[in-house]
């Protein structure tokens, strides 16, 4: 288990943040064998990979404005994000001179053509299974550094993983669409891909993301009203079918009875196979 700070964004760089999710970590019985890694004090890292990107003349520079890339009546890829028309791929030299005197350029990389195969992405899921995607369909030529500096996810995580050894990435699913991307960024930059699962959100029963900002299930808040971690877990693993309903159990204890057949089927349940843990109020009575 490695801890990994990813606070690429200065907005998100803040460590009082990181001290409490660490903090909250440690209530619920997570521990880690390695970091916590700041994705903050790694820009050399991922300033190289875009050298060895551009390098292969993969690269080019984008000067398109948020509002401009909105206005475009661009189809939008599966996670919500728009799909980029390579309206800055073919600028001539002197365009991009004069564009750099008027606003700073981002960088994006050129995805292969529709058609070709090396853009067609696969790859076996351990939860939802096949994923496959087509990026210059799905998603187009994206980013890897956005024009105020501030390194792409896609970029930054695919460049840690392989520098911290890491063979098994588990996350939401909210990120399953972006990680044909970092597949293919792998293969570009010659590292190994991990094997990935993409676990079930959380979601209200109207469909909405339960989200912090809401305070919906805010951590803090349940540990201030004298929730134990316990009975939290306890909670979760139910509702993938890991526990009873109404059970109390360790984090340590779910490690012998955790199986991903048990999630796989709790995902696959009925024929919605993008289904996320629907979340009723009193869920956590
Ligand atoms: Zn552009």
Do not use: N
């Not at 661009?74 to 728009?82: E, Q």
């Not at 365009?95 to 960088?107: E, I």
């Not at 500096?149 to 392989?162: E, I, K, P, T």
């Not at 399953?176 to 590292?191: A, E, F, K």
């Amino acid at each position: 288990m490695v801890l990994r700070v990813e606070d690429l964004d200065p907005r998100a760089r803040d460590r009082t943040t990181a001290d409490l999710l660490m903090d909250d970590l440690d209530w619920l019985g997570l521990d880690w064998d390695e970091g916590p890694y700041r994705q903050s004090e790694r820009g050399h890292a991922y300033e190289a990979a875009v050298d060895l990107l551009r390098g292969a003349g993969l690269t080019y520079p984008c000067f398109c404005t948020r509002s401009e890339l909105h206005a475009a009546t661009a189809p939008h890829a599966s996670d919500g994000t728009y799909v980029y028309q390579g309206t800055c791929r073919d600028l001539t030299p002197e365009q991009v001179k004069r564009l750099s005197a008027v606003r700073p350029a981002a960088t994006r990389v050129v995805v292969p053509a529709e058609g070709d195969p090396v853009g067609d992405i696969t790859f076996d899921d351990l939860v939802y299974g096949e994923v496959r995607e087509c990026l210059a369909r799905d998603c187009g030529d994206f980013l890897v550094r956005r024009s105020d500096g501030v390194f792409a996810y896609q970029l930054a995580v695919v460049v840690d993983d392989a520098a911290m050894g890491v063979t098994q990435v588990v996350r939401g699913r909210d990120l399953l669409g972006s990680t044909c991307r970092q597949v293919w960024l792998q293969r570009v930059l010659g590292l190994a891909t991990p094997e990935y699962a993409h676990v079930p959100l959380l979601v209200a029963p109207d469909g909405r993301r339960l989200s912090k900002r809401e305070r919906d299930l805010d951590l803090g808040a349940l540990r201030s009203s004298g929730m134990t971690a316990r009975h939290l877990i306890g909670r979760l693993a139910a509702s993938v079918g890991l526990a009873e309903q109404g059970e109390e159990v360790d984090a340590d204890e779910l490690v012998e009875r955790f199986s991903w057949a048990a999630l796989r089927s709790r995902v696959h349940e009925g024929d919605e196979t993008s289904a996320d843990v629907v979340v009723s109020p009193g869920f956590l009575d």
